[in-house]
Structure formats: C-alpha cells, structure tokens
C-alpha cells in the first residue's frame, strides 16, 4: 500500500526558478523523508523531518511538515539543470523505523 | 569504497526459471531491504531484515523469497511463481532504522 501520495506528478520549470513538491499521506507518522532519484540510478536521500518538527533546511532545500494536514512540501531553490529528477517522500509510521513508505514520486525537469 | 552493491546490473529471465539478485553491503547496517520500482511508480517493500536470521514480508512478498545469514548480505530470489517480474529492483540498508541507503539497482526482465 502506498502511504505517500506526490502532487505534482510533474513539473517542468526554468533553471534559477523555484521548484515546489508536495506530499500527502494517510496515516500518523514518525517521519518523513525526501529522496531523489536520477533516472535507472538508486535514490539518494535528502532530508529527513520528524512529525514534532515543522521545518528544515539544507543548502537550497527546504521540508515544511504539517501533520494536522497529513502533508509536507519540498521546496528547491534557484534550481538548477542538474536538480532534473524524481523526487519521493517517503514515511515510516506506527511501532516501526524500518518499514519505509513511499510515494510514486514527481518527476521535475528543469530547462536550461 | 563503503556502499551498497547489487549485481547484476541487468539480468534476464526465462519463463518459469528461479534467479537470484545479489545485495552487499559494509556499511555495517543493521536493516537491509527490497524494493520493486515499476516505470513511472514508487518504490514497493518486498522484504525488509532487522538483523541477521530474521526478516519480514513486505507489501508484495509473494513469488519472492530471502535469507540473511550474514549482516552484509541479502539476496533476493525472483521464483518462477511471479508472474510479472519485469522490474527495477533496488536494495538498500540502514542503520536500525530512518534513513535508508540505496544501492544502483538491478533491471531484471523476462524473456
């Protein structure tokens, strides 16, 4: 079962725009993580936000988390050509750290 | 180099032969898992290990099967009872839980 849902499926923008991805999921969590993956490659995480906190940052990413909403967004900034990937949120919930969730991801392409 | 390997990158299967996906890693993580990624979807838990002689079914276990003899390894078995094998298949491990590392993946596709 998918926990996790992105919006959009896609986005295309230009290089030096910000680019924005949202996640949805269902149930209570006890984190949630950003990852990305270039194509036929594996993922590579990127942040990682726990359900008591509501933002982090690293370098030009930034994770909102709002569990009253059951969602969270990723924020890139000033992208690049480079940053063309999907990217997956992905929860864990429940007793257990290990069993990781992910959604079907949002593909970005941005154009130089 | 530390890391996840899997091999083979790319395998192909005959209809109603059993293969086998090899994991390693030494990172010296505890977890290691299983996924499936079909095109265009999200990645899908096969099997997940906690620790050594352990592991646990995942959303879509069947026609797959594991072991975990060493905390290194976790070789996946794609039998002849998946109908639909034809996929992307990721491992990955991680350090009792949270962020989990990937390894390259293994296309493995029906012939």
């Known amino acids: 079962s998918q926990q996790g849902e992105e919006d959009p499926q896609a986005l295309s923008i230009q290089e030096g725009e910000n680019a924005t991805m949202n996640c949805s999921y269902k149930t209570s969590i006890n984190n949630l993580q950003w990852y990305r993956q270039n194509s036929g490659r594996g993922l590579v995480h990127l942040i990682l936000i726990r359900s008591n906190e509501r933002e982090k940052h690293s370098g030009r990413l930034r994770v909102t988390l709002d569990t009253s909403k059951k969602s969270s967004s990723l924020l890139i900034t000033a992208s690049r050509a480079a940053d063309t990937a999907s990217y997956f949120c992905a929860t864990t919930s429940g007793g257990s750290n290990y069993k990781l969730t992910f959604g079907k991801g949002t593909l970005l392409t941005v154009n130089p | 180099d530390g890391g996840i390997t899997q091999s083979p990158k790319y395998l192909f299967r005959k209809e109603g032969q059993n293969v086998t996906l090899s994991c390693e890693q030494n990172?010296?993580?505890?977890?290691m898992y299983w996924y499936r990624q079909d095109p265009g979807q999200g990645l899908r838990l096969i099997y997940y290990?906690?620790?050594?002689?352990?592991?646990q079914k995942g959303d879509i276990a069947e026609g797959y099967s594991v072991s975990r003899e060493k905390k290194e390894s976790f070789p996946l078995t794609v039998t002849s009872a998946q109908k639909n094998p034809t996929a992307f298949y990721l491992c990955a491990s991680s350090p009792a839980g949270n962020t989990i590392y990937f390894g390259e993946g293994s296309w493995l596709t029906v012939v």
């Open positions: 290990s906690q620790i050594v002689n352990d592991f």
């Open positions: 990172l010296n993580h505890d977890a």
